[in-house]
């Protein structure tokens, strides 16, 4: 077990809710501890002993950290740096010091708490449920396998995605299909953008939206989580990367120009981050961003007409599949969403 001795830092905007959560720290079981640990980042660490840690131990701790924070972390780090370690060493639990707007290290606040929201509202015993993609599922797996393990749920996740199916086995979790089960109780998926009133929403941005809009299509019901950053009055207010649509290589230009004639604006071949060439998804195909003129839209029939265009596999436009949006903020308040205008018909 090794300790970096990275300079340890005081910031300034050291908040009441951290000594909170380190002190949890010490109260929290083993089993805890690995939670804590895949949900917050690594650059301070704290030691966790077999030997002197019994619960009265970890309860003078708690209350001296709370008492004088500052001089408990320093004396945990000199006497890291300094002494090697006399007892066996349990668990290393990390957390960051100070955390800017919505997250502490690497925990996203804001769609940590839409997730957790989702997960406790709307899985029950029993159900066969819709894993989404993207980065607010993490939480809301992590949350459910929790939920799994304490509450002894069967619970059947279909995933939406390679990510999904891996964080679904990562996690323990039971994993099924659409062929066992075409259909599904429930679908929890994030967002890139949504609409208010009418809930409409953009997805793609992780270049999964076929498979999600497959298993939401099969779902009794479709729920999105999101950080608040996220809710437009209309679409492409904030979401200025295009509208994702998943096409086969083949019929890749054909498709680009069809799109640019009729609508305008760009369709942009997306570029793989860590490969050379175009971004390939999990079903083979490229994805075209359109990155469209900012005019008033009425998106149900761009949807179909796009979806009838030879060689489109699927467009990121979900329009009426939501039920309700939670959508997380920065303090961990989590807001309904629900439908209340219908999409522009035309
Ligand atoms: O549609 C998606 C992936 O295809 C995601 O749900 C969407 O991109 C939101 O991702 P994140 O939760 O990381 O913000």
């Known amino acids: 077990m090794q300790f970096s001795p990275t300079p340890l830092t005081w910031p300034a905007q050291y908040e009441t ?84 707007n919505s997250s502490i290290g690497n925990v996203d606040i804001s769609k940590m708490s ?53 964080l679904i086995i990562d996690n323990n979790l039971p994993l099924g299909t659409l062929d066992e089960h075409p259909k599904l109780d429930c679908t929890i998926d994030g967002a890139d953008e949504i609409e208010t009133g009418t809930l409409a929403c953009i997805k793609g941005g992780g270049g999964c939206l076929t498979q999600e809009k497959i298993v939401a299509s099969c779902s009794e019901k479709l729920i999105i989580v999101a950080d608040g950053a996220k809710e437009v009055s209309s679409l492409g207010q904030k979401w200025k990367k295009g509208i994702p649509i998943e096409v086969l290589p083949m019929a890749c230009k054909p498709v680009q120009n069809k799109i640019e004639v009729k609508y305008g604006g760009e369709a942009i071949l997306r570029m793989s981050a860590d490969k050379a060439g175009p971004l390939v998804t999990d079903n083979g195909n ?33 329009i009426d599949m939501a039920d309700e949006c939670l959508v997380g903020d920065s303090k961990g308040n989590v807001r309904l969403l629900k439908k209340s205008a219908q999409s522009l018909e035309i």
Not at 35 to 55: A, D, G, Q
Request: hydrophobic residues 45%.
């Open 17 to 100: 809710y951290q000594h909170v959560v380190f002190v949890l720290s010490f109260l929290i079981n083993n089993h805890d501890i690995d939670y804590y640990r895949s949900n917050f980042s690594f650059s301070l660490k704290i030691p966790f002993y077999v030997c002197p840690l019994n619960l009265s131990f970890r309860l003078v701790l708690s209350l001296w950290l709370m008492t004088f924070p500052k001089l408990f972390f320093k004396l945990v780090a000199v006497s890291k740096l300094r002494t090697p370690c006399r007892f066996p060493i349990m668990s290393t639990v990390s957390f960051t010091v100070g955390h800017k």
């Open 114 to 166: 839409a997730a957790h929201e989702a997960i406790d509202k709307h899985v029950k015993d029993g159900m066969t449920l819709g894993i989404g993609s993207g980065s607010t599922i993490v939480y809301g797996i992590q949350r459910l396998a929790q939920r799994m393990k304490d509450e002894s749920l069967t619970i059947v996740c279909v995933p939406t995605s390679y990510q999904a199916r891996q």
């Open 286 to 318: 490229f994805i075209l961003d359109w990155v469209f003129p900012d005019i008033k839209y009425c998106w149900s029939s761009i949807n179909n007409y796009i979806k009838l265009i030879p060689g489109v596999i699927e467009i990121g436009l979900f």
